[in-house]
């Protein structure tokens, strides 16, 4: 976990932050800081109290204990100061099924007293076409598809000029144009400035857009920080294809690295048990200094280099960072042994 | 739902319609005079309706205000936006008073509208033995409407906190109907005659004070006391439960 220096100004802060149904504790502790315009993931297995915390982020549910700071401002106690500038997706969409598009958004918008009801109809316009749902604005929402509720979700939050995004699984249910789409969305507001918090359990999606991330687990937050730091946390490895498995792995032994096969678990070599030309896939953790190129340890070209020498068919070699997936894994558990 | 209240003065109406004479004495009261004047439809109407339809329609608009939104997911965008709890509330009972104001106005004028069509319509006779002009008899019918909806606004306050406590708008919408019926049954027992007078369905039935000449208003000024202190006291009650609850709908 990685403090962040106190001249970063903060969008939102949560120190202590619990939640108790119950015997159940569903947020534990939670020490949040999201420095403002980052692009924010906020990620954690199903269960692991994300959407509680982003209830209690907005004065849904009023917390067991902690405090919450949102722009600056307490929470919930200037809740009717920091709402209006947040926009918030809780939860997947939820619209009266039997109205349109929007009349939805025309309704919701209507509820905030804060907002100029005289730009609504224009406001409501450039909401759905920032989502691409302009075509079905006069449809009744009891016949969007999935994909198109969830945009309808987002054009919401987008109503009016937010300082803050809370998105809580925006691309669910979205094909893959309508995940990309929401990418780019999601990168065009944090260059004008907004902060985009995202909770997300897909992680290549948080790898992709994000520039900051936390992972939750069992209510409990197990890392934070920018994404290069929470990769760092983890070792850096080397990956060798080669069709002489074992000539490879007494190299690397000789270099003081232990390799392991591993042919079938990745997507690169399928199927390499049988009589594969490309041969098997070694891993070999690389010790942390070799990656900072310090002195005594082994350089990545020096691996090469020797295998090589001994006469190792090399078809492939690459360093590897630690994936976040494998980070997440690592922190969370493994399978469904997800701790509960 | 509206439709549904306006079938009943119709159905009363074409069901005397078609039927010969009704003998005096059975049925509703005033169901055999309306042959003679058309405008006791809407009076039947409403006397028929009150026990149960009416209480029912104000029910599950009532039971559906904030527990219907915590139902459909739309609570939580609402409370985003940021809508305020105290507003919202506010804004929920307001919309069950209107209705709880529109359904016997419906009923009435529905009824002395068909009553109007089918049967002669006159001057009528009031309970005091005066007689009055139909367009008196009308605003007279008004008045039984008015009354009602504020006896309705008592159980609109309890449909609004029984809203609250839950996110499954049926429950909400049952209870509160089943409360009334309770109601109407305690009041109908002689053993509890010391309650009676605190029972939010007690005075429902007596509007026929408004059908005497000169008016006598104390039926309508206990009726408005006692509604009031139902409203102040559930919507104290809702607003306790709605003002802390976590909403995780």
């Given at each position: 976990m990685t403090a962040v220096g106190p001249a970063t100004e903060l969008s939102i802060e949560t120190s202590g932050l619990s939640k108790r149904f119950g015997h159940q504790l569903a947020v534990d502790g939670v020490d949040l800081a999201v420095p403002k315009g980052s692009v924010f993931g906020f990620l954690g297995p199903n269960g692991s109290g994300k959407?509680?915390?982003?209830?209690?982020?907005?004065?849904?549910?009023?917390?067991?204990?902690?405090?919450?700071?949102?722009?600056?401002?307490?929470?919930?106690?200037?809740?009717?100061?920091?709402?209006?500038?947040?926009?918030?997706?809780?939860?997947?969409?939820a619209f009266y099924p039997f109205l349109s598009g929007a009349a939805n958004l025309h309704r919701l918008d209507a509820?905030?007293?804060?907002?100029?009801?005289?730009?609504r109809t224009a406001r409501v316009h450039s909401a759905l076409e920032r989502v691409g749902l302009t075509h079905a604005a006069d449809k009744k929402v009891r016949a969007y598809s999935l994909g198109m509720k969830q945009r309808l979700g987002i054009a919401n939050a987008l109503l009016a000029p937010r300082e803050l995004l809370v998105l809580d699984e925006p691309t669910n249910g979205l094909d893959p144009q309508g995940t990309r789409e929401i990418r780019s969305l999601v990168r065009s507001l944090a260059a004008n400035g907004a902060t985009v918090f995202v909770s997300s359990h897909l992680l290549a999606e948080v790898e992709q857009i994000c520039t900051h991330a936390a992972i939750m687990s069992a209510g409990r937050l197990v890392a934070q920080g920018t994404l290069a730091e929470l990769r760092q946390a983890g070792q850096a490895r080397i990956r060798v294809l080669?069709?002489?498995?074992?000539a490879a792995a007494e190299v690397l032994a000789r270099l003081g690295l232990s390799a392991a096969v591993d042919g079938a678990a990745t997507p690169a070599a399928p199927g390499s048990t049988d009589s594969n030309d490309a041969g098997e896939v070694l891993y070999a953790p690389l010790p942390a200094?070799?990656?900072?190129?310090?002195?005594?340890?082994?350089?990545?070209?020096?691996?090469?280099?020797?295998?090589?020498?001994?006469?190792?068919?090399?078809?492939?070699?690459?360093?590897?960072?630690?994936s976040l997936e494998e980070r997440f894994v690592a922190l969370t558990g493994e399978g469904f042994d997800v701790v509960q | 739902m509206l439709c549904a209240l306006a079938a009943i003065p119709i159905l009363i109406a074409v069901a005397v319609r078609l039927s010969s004479a009704v003998p005096a004495g059975r049925g509703p009261a005033f169901l055999d005079r309306i042959t003679q004047n058309g405008l006791f439809v809407g009076v039947t109407a409403l006397l028929v309706s009150v026990?149960?339809?009416?209480?029912?329609?104000?029910?599950?608009?009532?039971?559906?205000?904030?527990?219907?939104?915590?139902g459909l997911g739309?609570?939580?965008?609402?409370?985003?936006?940021?809508?305020?709890?105290?507003?919202?509330?506010?804004?929920?009972?307001?919309?069950?008073?209107?209705f709880a104001v529109t359904a016997p106005l419906v009923v009435a004028l529905v009824g002395a509208a068909i009553g109007a069509a089918l049967f002669p319509v006159g001057p009528v006779t009031l309970l005091s033995g005066d007689s009055i002009g139909a367009a008196e008899a009308l605003l007279r019918l008004?008045?039984?409407?008015?009354?009602?909806?504020?006896?309705?606004?008592g159980l609109s306050a309890i449909g609004l906190f029984m809203s609250t406590l839950t996110d499954v708008p049926v429950g909400a919408m049952a209870s509160t109907v089943v409360l009334s019926v309770v109601s109407q049954v305690l009041d109908a027992l002689p053993q509890l005659d010391w309650l009676h007078p605190w029972l939010f369905s007690h005075y429902w039935l007596d509007f026929a004070d408004l059908l005497r000449q000169p008016i006598a208003w104390d039926s309508f000024l206990t009726n408005l006391l006692l509604q009031g202190g139902y409203i102040a006291v559930f919507g104290a009650l809702a607003y306790g439960r709605f003002i802390t609850k976590d909403v995780l709908s």
């Open positions: 959407t509680t915390t982003i209830r209690l982020m907005l004065g849904l549910a009023a917390a067991t204990s902690g405090s919450v700071r949102l722009l600056g401002q307490d929470m919930p106690g200037q809740l009717h100061e920091v709402l209006p500038r947040v926009g918030a997706l809780v939860e997947g969409p509820a905030d007293p804060h907002v100029p009801a005289a730009t080669t069709p002489d498995p074992g200094a070799a990656t900072a190129a310090g002195a005594g340890a082994v350089a990545p070209e020096a691996v090469v280099e020797a295998l090589v020498a001994a006469g190792v068919r090399v078809r492939g070699f690459a360093t590897e960072q630690v | 026990p149960l339809f009416l209480p029912l329609t104000v029910g599950v608009v009532a039971g559906d205000t904030v527990a219907g939104e915590a739309t609570l939580r965008y609402l409370l985003v936006a940021p809508a305020g709890r105290v507003r919202l509330l506010l804004v929920k009972y307001a919309g069950a008073v209107a008004l008045l039984i409407a008015a009354y009602l909806a504020v006896s309705l606004m």
